[in-house]
């Protein structure tokens, strides 16, 4: 299939579920890990959860010789927890921190000391320039009830915001890592309908591996089943994505290029072959992580010249304007969800404000009936001094808490806020770009706008 | 000198200082601001310090007639402050938040409350695509003994970074805002050089306003002679900056033109005209705040592909090479700035665990003073129960404090380290693409590695 000039990459990505000390058999998995990317020589190397630098740097140590480039993202508290191997040289980085990223008083699910972030390590394959992405979205722990679900929207959000507006030089765009949304949930869509990347396991001509794709499954002896209800077989929830870049594509459709994707004149590329790890390793005790390792073989077709032009002329302002309004449609739900996160915080700020409000009403009243014996010379202490300071102690302890809940749900509603306002600017745009395509029928007919109505209409919509 | 095809763009940017109730003459300041704007039309207006969203919302109500198009960035605890007005439709708005800004404990200087940020609007422009960034990095306090040095210096490594991985997919790029950097601050010349922006104030062919374009002025009555010292008359901190981008530059000089400048085949630009106001205005009591505004006008002058051609050949392999070589030095410079900032903050988490250490070590002496009496039945309890609580108090004080300090140190030390390990990636980058330029003569020659070192030798240096 391919022809003489074609270049392949062989790209890696797990969640290495690497906490020191807490993680069961964190370093001999490591030890294990490092074996076993010594001896395949993927191209690319996306680890995610390596929360240890010493960690990273036992590998970067070991894979020297195979994966002479190398970088950690560091960011929060504990580190990103990204890092990226690659046999290719690294050009230059650039870290993207999410806006939003949990609550640093959940401390038992530790996602907010993290410091959840995407990054980039800009590559250069051949002549190709390649735009290599790893990250790691807000873990889901309930799906019934996921209070981390506007957040986990909002960080969708950025992240395809930020591959599309830092792809636009790239030849190749690559994303990997744990995104922990199934593959239909909303920010999944809303990640691969903009950015126009696309699923190594849809799009994979050989799968090898777990049933559907599955990354987080009940064979793993570090998964408990009861954790996976209602999927009792696993969940999808790790990722390799891939595209070619637009950067070509005609100056008119540039910008709604960057919206969606439509093919490059450059290079084509294709997944010929993906596999899982299934929960067990031959010759091993246990797993390499509590999440299936992913590995993809992708195949890079340079274009000549006389391909582009006639690429070029298969763009179909049909297929264009369907895609252009599935999109508006994502985005609008995903508006949606952000406002009820919106809601809950602005409830939990008022909550927060009223309790301190409350406590310094206590605090008053506590230093008035203080002020009793000092007022009525002679009257007794009317309640025991340890009492006194305790209760003191308390109203103290309420203010400096809800103060600090009420700094943290400010920032929380402002990045919520930012993001609201940036979809509706965007759909507004879409909606706009949408009344281009006289031919079209976009799917959401009720949201679009009438085609008189003036650009000016879509800006303090509600 | 315009040709009928040029465009013309009028830029203004302004620091509106907009504290509510506490900067002087706050409504009065912004109602003579909106009433200018309304009256001089400018195609892009981008502001800096309006705290207040009411403030911004006011001025878009003001402002609908003439500035149709406007976004406002939301950030941080009291917002980013930043705001655009825009005559061109703004299809797409994109925010980044600096990792580094400051500290929330040095609450009277309240940078870190205003979640520091560089916000980015996609604009169309006739058919060229524009990237408008409007930012506002950490205050200078004392230029002498700057402690937020190394944070103003990461935002600068930031802003250069999210500027460069953004701007690929634009025709033209602009920035304007309060850079808080003088012209030849680290900063400014690690933002120019890795951007190939160039200063309005520099390139314009006239200019009217404060001498030396400056922007902070003694004359403003809002400024204290005393702040200014020992730049009597002022500075300059305020930018407007411009360029054209690279995207049709030759493949395989692309990925060094992210880092150098070389002109477009596109579009030329031009600064024709630039003018700042001088501490007071006609028929008003008082300026539009404490900085002066900036108005450049901007041309813009479509090539024709054969033009474009020629500009191709124009591209100079001994320019580069010295350019690039430039860099190399300024970025050594900022990493070991960054370096600066890396020990004062380990110095900092050092003596934060130390205190909590000696906190904790009081509180378990009190706890065993306390607990003589139960141990040692009839004894008498040692000391008052009112010092006894207020010790208790304090010791869990000391232990919140110091817990807090050394969480928000190991932040800052993870975002400095990370900024640290992408300045030394990027240096040995530019190093080796140095290599490729046999007759360059690189301007440090001392940290020009010897020509056979292989890449890999670029990793982990020092």
Redesign the interface.
Same mark, same amino acid.
């Given at each position: 299939m391919a022809n003489a000039e074609s270049v392949r990459l062989r790209v890696f990505s797990l969640n290495c579920w690497g906490i020191r000390y807490l993680s069961k058999h964190c370093s001999q998995r490591y030890a294990m890990l490092g074996d076993m990317l010594f001896k395949k020589e993927h191209d690319i190397v996306l680890l995610q959860e390596v929360w240890s630098e010493k960690d990273y740097l036992a590998l $970067?140590q070991k894979l020297?010789c195979c994966h @002479? /480039?190398?970088?950690?993202? $560091?960011?929060?508290?504990i580190?990103s927890g990204l890092a990226i191997f690659s046999k290719h040289?690294? /050009?230059?980085?650039?870290?993207?921190?999410y *806006?939003l990223n949990g609550y640093p008083y959940m401390a038992h699910h530790g996602d907010w000391f993290g =410091?959840k972030a995407v990054g980039?390590a800009?590559l250069?394959i051949g002549?190709l320039?390649a735009n290599i992405y790893v990250t790691h979205l807000h873990a889901e722990y309930c799906r019934d009830k996921d209070p981390y679900l506007p957040h986990r929207v909002v960080q969708a959000w950025e992240l395809q915001?930020?591959i599309r507006?830092?792809s636009?030089?790239?030849d190749l765009v690559i994303l990997g890592g744990d995104l922990n949304m199934h593959p239909q949930d909303l920010g999944n869509r809303l990640l691969r309908t903009s950015t126009g990347l696309r699923d190594c396991y849809l799009e994979t001509a050989k799968f090898d591996g777990c049933e559907d794709g599955m990354t987080l499954i009940a064979d793993n002896p570090f998964i408990s089943k009861n954790e996976l209800l209602p999927f009792e077989k696993g969940i999808r929830i790790d990722y390799i994505l891939y595209k070619v870049s637009e950067?070509f594509v005609q100056?008119?459709l540039?910008?709604l290029c960057?919206f969606v994707s439509t093919g490059s004149p450059k290079a084509n590329i294709y997944c010929d072959y993906m596999c899982t790890t299934n929960g067990s390793i031959p010759d091993h005790p246990f797993p390499y992580s509590d999440h299936e390792a992913l590995t993809a073989e992708l195949r890079l077709e340079p274009h000549t010249p006389s391909e582009t032009q006639s690429d070029k002329k298969l763009w179909k302002h049909d297929s264009a304007a369907g895609k252009v309004a599935e999109l508006v449609d994502i985005m609008t739900e995903a508006r949606t969800e952000v406002k009820v996160g919106l809601h809950c915080a602005e409830r939990m700020r008022y909550t927060a404000t009223r309790t301190g409000v409350m406590g310094l009403a206590l605090l008053f009243l506590e230093l008035a009936i203080a002020a009793v014996p000092y007022l009525a010379l002679g009257a007794e202490q009317p309640f025991p001094?340890?009492s006194f300071?305790?209760l003191a =102690?308390l109203c103290f302890a309420i203010l400096l808490t809800t103060f600090l809940l009420y700094?943290f749900k400010?920032?929380e509603l402002? *990045?919520l806020? =930012?993001a609201e306002?940036?979809m509706r600017?965007?759909i507004g745009?879409l909606q706009?770009k949408l009344r281009g395509f006289p031919l079209a029928q976009p799917h959401s007919t009720q949201r679009r706008p009438p085609e008189g109505l003036? @650009?000016?209409a879509f800006? @303090?919509e509600e």
């Amino acid at each position: 299939m391919a022809n003489a000039e074609s270049v392949r990459l062989r790209v890696f990505s797990l969640n290495c579920w690497g906490i020191r000390y807490l993680s069961k058999h964190c370093s001999q998995r490591y030890a294990m890990l490092g074996d076993m990317l010594f001896k395949k020589e993927h191209d690319i190397v996306l680890l995610q959860e390596v929360w240890s630098e010493k960690d990273y740097l036992a590998l $970067k140590q070991k894979l020297a010789c195979c994966h @002479p /480039h190398s970088h950690y993202f $560091k960011s929060g508290v504990i580190g990103s927890g990204l890092a990226i191997f690659s046999k290719h040289r690294i /050009h230059d980085t650039f870290l993207f921190r999410y *806006s939003l990223n949990g609550y640093p008083y959940m401390a038992h699910h530790g996602d907010w000391f993290g =410091g959840k972030a995407v990054g980039l390590a800009v590559l250069s394959i051949g002549s190709l320039i390649a735009n290599i992405y790893v990250t790691h979205l807000h873990a889901e722990y309930c799906r019934d009830k996921d209070p981390y679900l506007p957040h986990r929207v909002v960080q969708a959000w950025e992240l395809q915001q930020f591959i599309r507006h830092t792809s636009a030089g790239a030849d190749l765009v690559i994303l990997g890592g744990d995104l922990n949304m199934h593959p239909q949930d909303l920010g999944n869509r809303l990640l691969r309908t903009s950015t126009g990347l696309r699923d190594c396991y849809l799009e994979t001509a050989k799968f090898d591996g777990c049933e559907d794709g599955m990354t987080l499954i009940a064979d793993n002896p570090f998964i408990s089943k009861n954790e996976l209800l209602p999927f009792e077989k696993g969940i999808r929830i790790d990722y390799i994505l891939y595209k070619v870049s637009e950067r070509f594509v005609q100056s008119h459709l540039r910008y709604l290029c960057s919206f969606v994707s439509t093919g490059s004149p450059k290079a084509n590329i294709y997944c010929d072959y993906m596999c899982t790890t299934n929960g067990s390793i031959p010759d091993h005790p246990f797993p390499y992580s509590d999440h299936e390792a992913l590995t993809a073989e992708l195949r890079l077709e340079p274009h000549t010249p006389s391909e582009t032009q006639s690429d070029k002329k298969l763009w179909k302002h049909d297929s264009a304007a369907g895609k252009v309004a599935e999109l508006v449609d994502i985005m609008t739900e995903a508006r949606t969800e952000v406002k009820v996160g919106l809601h809950c915080a602005e409830r939990m700020r008022y909550t927060a404000t009223r309790t301190g409000v409350m406590g310094l009403a206590l605090l008053f009243l506590e230093l008035a009936i203080a002020a009793v014996p000092y007022l009525a010379l002679g009257a007794e202490q009317p309640f025991p001094l340890t009492s006194f300071y305790m209760l003191a =102690g308390l109203c103290f302890a309420i203010l400096l808490t809800t103060f600090l809940l009420y700094i943290f749900k400010t920032m929380e509603l402002k *990045s919520l806020q =930012g993001a609201e306002d940036q979809m509706r600017l965007a759909i507004g745009s879409l909606q706009e770009k949408l009344r281009g395509f006289p031919l079209a029928q976009p799917h959401s007919t009720q949201r679009r706008p009438p085609e008189g109505l003036e @650009p000016s209409a879509f800006g @303090p919509e509600e």
